[in-house]
């Protein structure tokens, strides 16, 4: 229980990753917000949080509102007594040739993929600087460390979350905050239909063939789970990652080894 006494935020944590990192942490001993624009989805993770024996809030959350944020920051402190762990995993895909690109889509992307996760991470700094001790992890992605012909922005955005993520570990390490990120790679989630379903139809596959082709590209030959990225999001965050800080920690099977 290495997290005992510790509170976590997950933004998007009603599914996926999100859901998945929520109960890793509450298994290490943490108390979990689940900052959620579904609250369904978010009441359930809250839920199961609560049923490992944590303390668990389910929190509107539009993480491109700095109001919702300052929110869940207040809500978290006034419910729950502090803030140790943020991850920002709050999240959004959407394919186009680059021609295609409109600016509404550019800026869709960048705003919850990359601005929200610089926001997010703002509103509870002051929380981790005035008990000089925080463990900030954001949810980056190969596609921030590769080229696309049809993901620009969101290639772009999860860049954005790598860059950011070394900046905010050097501005914040003489605070005793540390701040990495995890890069996965294809992972079996409500998000990855969308990306087979876009992806497919741009290339003139089915979704379940577009799934059988990058499946086939994945050195160690599966798809990734939910479970595969919350367990090195849980490691990051915990005192067993103590000296690192300012990382990029590929999660994707073998697919970017660099």
Same mark, same amino acid.
């Given at each position: 229980m290495e997290l005992q006494g510790q509170v976590a935020i997950v933004t998007g944590g009603g599914r996926g990753i999100g859901r998945a990192t929520a109960l890793e942490l509450a298994r290490l001993g943490a108390d979990v917000v689940v900052a959620e624009l579904d609250q369904d989805g978010a009441k359930r993770t809250a839920g199961e949080v +609560?049923?490992?024996g944590r303390r668990a809030l +389910?929190? &509107?959350?539009d993480v491109t509102s700095r109001a919702d944020l300052r929110a869940m920051v207040?809500?978290?402190r006034a419910e729950l007594g502090r803030i140790d762990i943020l /991850?920002?995993?709050a999240g959004i895909y959407r394919a186009a040739a680059s021609l295609d690109?409109?600016?509404e889509h550019w800026? +869709? /992307?960048l705003d919850i993929n990359a601005k929200a996760v610089f926001f997010a991470s703002q509103a509870v700094l002051p929380a981790m600087i005035a008990q000089k001790n925080g463990a900030i992890v954001n949810l980056a992605s190969m596609a921030g460390k590769i080229g696309s012909k049809t993901n620009l922005p969101y290639n772009v955005s999860k860049a954005a979350v790598i860059s950011m993520t070394k900046s905010l570990a050097l501005a914040h390490a003489g605070d005793g905050i540390r701040v990495n990120c995890v890069c996965p790679g294809f992972v079996e989630t409500d998000m990855w239909d969308v990306v087979a379903r876009e992806q497919g139809k741009l290339m003139g596959l089915t979704a379940e063939e577009f799934t059988r082709q990058r499946a086939s590209? /994945? &050195?160690l030959g599966r798809m990734e789970r939910p479970e595969d990225v919350a367990n090195v999001i849980a490691f990051l965050a915990s005192p067993r990652a103590g000296y690192m800080t300012g990382q990029a920690v590929s999660v994707d099977g073998g697919l /970017?080894?660099?």
């Amino acid at each position: 229980m290495e997290l005992q006494g510790q509170v976590a935020i997950v933004t998007g944590g009603g599914r996926g990753i999100g859901r998945a990192t929520a109960l890793e942490l509450a298994r290490l001993g943490a108390d979990v917000v689940v900052a959620e624009l579904d609250q369904d989805g978010a009441k359930r993770t809250a839920g199961e949080v +609560a049923a490992l024996g944590r303390r668990a809030l +389910a929190v &509107p959350t539009d993480v491109t509102s700095r109001a919702d944020l300052r929110a869940m920051v207040d809500r978290a402190r006034a419910e729950l007594g502090r803030i140790d762990i943020l /991850v920002n995993n709050a999240g959004i895909y959407r394919a186009a040739a680059s021609l295609d690109v409109t600016e509404e889509h550019w800026d +869709a /992307v960048l705003d919850i993929n990359a601005k929200a996760v610089f926001f997010a991470s703002q509103a509870v700094l002051p929380a981790m600087i005035a008990q000089k001790n925080g463990a900030i992890v954001n949810l980056a992605s190969m596609a921030g460390k590769i080229g696309s012909k049809t993901n620009l922005p969101y290639n772009v955005s999860k860049a954005a979350v790598i860059s950011m993520t070394k900046s905010l570990a050097l501005a914040h390490a003489g605070d005793g905050i540390r701040v990495n990120c995890v890069c996965p790679g294809f992972v079996e989630t409500d998000m990855w239909d969308v990306v087979a379903r876009e992806q497919g139809k741009l290339m003139g596959l089915t979704a379940e063939e577009f799934t059988r082709q990058r499946a086939s590209q /994945v &050195p160690l030959g599966r798809m990734e789970r939910p479970e595969d990225v919350a367990n090195v999001i849980a490691f990051l965050a915990s005192p067993r990652a103590g000296y690192m800080t300012g990382q990029a920690v590929s999660v994707d099977g073998g697919l /970017v080894m660099h």
